[in-house]
């Protein structure tokens, strides 16, 4: 069996230094070889390469922008009216994948919204999430990059996260194949 390998997720670790350049040194000093981040979009993206150049560490993994925040957002993909914004965000992504040369990329699905049952969007926001999907598979297709989704525990972590359950993640995945999508 071969040995197993551990990344440092930069969003979750080394949360006393204030820049995710810092965490990367942290990281490395550390001893990870690789490291992951779910939002490093306010971090400058020539001090991140610079210090994944000068650590050598591997990045592994990022995720496509959250959104607003502060209003509860976790993610555009599955997201009725934020299709626009879906899509700047992969661009962003991308942007910052391809210059920290990182190959994965988690197309976050979002939130289902605030008083709103699940029940009664779940369709709306599931045809939103594959159409995203789509779009992500052919411009992460011709960057190289591979798209991930990551359905999130809603009974303890995220009561609201839209892609809750791995059959959901399937389903959304079958509702398209070609040679850029991995089931």
């Not at 993610?75 to 965000?89: K, M, N």
């Not at 709306?124 to 411009?139: G, Q, R, S, Y």
């Not at 011709?142 to 359905?151: M, R, S």
Request: net charge negative; hydrophobic share 40%; aromatic share 8%.
């Amino acid at each position: 069996m071969p040995p197993l390998k551990f990344c440092a997720n930069l969003s979750w670790l080394f949360t006393d230094l204030p820049d995710f350049a810092q965490r990367i040194h942290a990281a490395a000093a550390s001893g990870f070889r690789a490291v992951e981040a779910a939002w490093l979009y306010d971090s400058d993206l020539q001090e991140l390469r610079k210090a994944k150049e000068q650590t050598g560490v591997e990045f592994v993994l990022i995720n496509t922008p959250a959104g607003d925040v502060k209003s509860g957002e976790l993610g555009l993909g599955a997201v009725p009216g934020r299709e626009t914004d879906f899509r700047q965000g992969l661009d962003l992504a991308v942007k910052y994948a391809k210059a920290l040369d990182c190959g994965r990329i988690h197309l976050m699905a979002g939130r289902v919204p605030v008083g709103v049952d699940r029940t009664t969007v779940a369709m709306e926001m599931e045809a939103t999430f594959v159409e995203n999907l789509k779009h992500a598979a052919d411009i992460l297709s011709k960057e190289g990059i591979l798209g991930l989704i990551e359905p999130i525990n809603t009974r303890i972590t995220d009561p609201r996260y839209f892609l809750d359950n791995p059959h959901q993640g399937k389903t959304s995945m079958s509702s398209f194949t070609g040679a850029h999508s991995k089931k």
